[in-house]
């Protein structure tokens, strides 16, 4: 199925195909259409770019970007969105963006790069709050309170943002991209921690996925029109298997962002007939830590029978989170009504290191009786030792019990091996959410 259109109403410029991949050329044409019709000519435009968690072949839209604005602009800068995630080296930088050595003095002469720098207060600058009221609407009445929006405050310093960065299926907001780069791509703690708390009010099981305005887009779109600066979108869809090209949108975040997610619907759900009674997650290197590739574990949930169980394959991760490590090992993992239903126990600590709690988790029931019931059981094949997984809440296996070539090939006795786990969904046919 291929979506094509060039939208002269609303300056939607976009073309895709589930069936097939974008050729340099038309990826070229595209983003000039995008670009010449941008009113920017002497003016400052700050590059909003997404860290190496995500898949894309950004050293190419980098490249043409470049060169349809370097001679056009008075400034063109890169901010790297973080949300809470570690600097990059500028080894990686490098490599994210497909520099070669000496290009930062010629080709991309005057260009800066900045990481987001989420820990420093001084980083952000209000634009605003979102009231109760709000919140409360939007939510349906999971949650009931105001949030203060801040931003980097780079946002404000420049007359355009231009978003670049690919959608998939999400846990906390359903599909990635558009403004989510904002919020909580280069945002402050209040809104990253109020947007993932509700989705996992919601929990990921039933929001991962969805198309639409779900209500945890409906608060970053509502946290992004209080940002005064004008803003385009340059919206990926990223083949699995290749890293190529399915689909590209250009346009403002909300249009843009909704057709490359009904594209991204297409090439990033599988659906699957029966559940599996163990699901093999091998983790990619590109995710460093749990915190990042947890994604192994969601990405999978909805395919895996009650009682059964996820192994996340990362024999090179050793750590739980370099930035949120002493909050996870002070609260552990659970589901989400461990903490609803003992709230005055744990509302002090970071939301938004709640919810990725109960995402890894999965769903489940708690009670003071019964305690703590999961649906089925998650265990990590890491570099993490069995003292710190039980201490954490959660199962343990020593990779080097685990020869992934004797796991594969072996659905028909419910057993399912997932390679590059993390960026396709896997749900079962009867629960398509978005029919």
Same mark, same amino acid.
């Given at each position: 199925?291929?979506t ?18 974008l050729?340099?050329?038309?990826v070229t044409a ?7 019709s941008?009113?920017?000519d002497g003016r400052?435009v700050l ?5 190496g ?8 839209l ?6 349809e604005l370097a001679?056009?602009v008075?400034?063109l800068d890169v ?5 809470t995630h570690?600097?990059? !080296?500028?080894?990686?930088?490098d ?11 010629t080709?991309?002469?005057g260009v800066?790069?900045f990481?987001h720098q989420w ?5 952000f ?8 009221a709000e ?14 929006v801040r931003?980097?405050?780079?946002a404000?310093?420049?007359d355009?943002?231009?978003i670049?960065?690919?959608?998939f ?6 599909f990635?991209g ?6 909580p791509g280069?945002s ?5 921690d109020?947007s993932h708390?509700?989705?996992a009010l919601?929990?990921?099981?039933a929001?991962?996925g ?6 945890v887009r409906?608060?970053?779109?509502r946290?992004?029109a ?10 990926a869809?990223?083949?699995?298997d ?6 590209l ?12 997610a009904?594209?991204?619907a ?7 007939e029966?559940?599996f ?14 915190w ?5 574990m969601?990405?999978?949930e ?7 169980e996820v ?11 370099v930035?949120h490590?002493a ?8 589901v989400r009504?461990?903490?609803?239903k003992?709230w005055?126990r744990?509302c002090?600590y970071?939301w938004?290191v709640?919810a990725?709690?109960t ?6 029931t708690?009670?003071?009786?019964d ?7 998650? !265990?990590?094949?890491t570099?993490?030792?069995p ?6 809440h959660?199962?343990?296996?020593d990779?080097?019990t ?6 594969a090939?072996r659905e028909?006795?419910g ?5 590059k ?5 896997y749900?079962l ?7």
């Open positions: 199925m291929e094509k259109f060039i939208d002269r109403s609303t300056s939607i410029y976009g073309t895709g195909s589930s069936a097939r991949f050729d340099d050329s038309e595209l983003i000039h259409a995008g670009m010449a941008l009113d920017i400052r590059l909003i770019v997404p860290d968690t995500r898949t894309a072949p950004l050293p190419l980098f490249r043409c970007i470049h060169t001679s056009r008075a400034a901010l790297i969105a973080l949300g570690q600097p990059m !080296t500028a080894a990686q930088i490599r994210h963006l497909g520099v070669l050595p000496g290009e930062w003095q080709v991309f002469r800066r790069v990481n820990d420093d207060p001084a980083t600058v209000s634009v605003g709050e979102i009231t109760t919140i409360e609407s939007l939510s349906g009445g999971l949650l009931s309170a105001s949030v203060e931003i980097n405050r780079k404000l310093e420049y355009l943002l231009l670049c960065g690919p959608v299926p999400h846990e906390v907001v359903g990635s558009g403004n989510k780069y904002l919020f280069i402050g703690r209040e809104v990253i109020v708390w509700l989705g919601l929990t990921s099981y929001i991962i969805k198309l639409g305005v779900t209500p409906h608060l970053i779109d946290a992004a209080l940002i005064p600066t004008p803003k385009q979108y340059v919206a869809v990223v083949a699995p290749h890293g190529r090209l399915c689909g949108f250009i346009g403002a975040p909300e249009e843009a962002w909704k057709a490359a009904h594209l991204s297409q090439v990033h759900i599988r659906y699957i029966q559940p009674q163990q699901v093999l997650s091998i983790v990619p290197g590109m995710y460093q830590d749990m990042t590739a947890a994604k192994g969601y990405k999978v909805p395919i895996v029978a009650d009682g059964g192994i996340i394959y990362a024999p090179h991760i050793t750590e739980f989170s930035t490590g909050t996870l090992a002070a609260i552990g993992y659970h009504d461990y903490f609803v003992q005055d744990f002090h970071p938004g709640l990725h709690s995402h890894l988790a999965g769903v489940g708690y009670d003071p009786v305690g703590e019931q999961r649906r089925i059981r998650v !265990t990590l094949a570099g993490i030792s003292e710190r997984c039980i201490a954490h959660i199962g343990y296996r990779p080097a685990i020869d992934v070539a004797a796991w090939g028909s006795e057993v399912l091996v997932v390679p786990a993390g960026e396709i969904l749900r046919r009867h629960t398509n959410v978005n029919e």
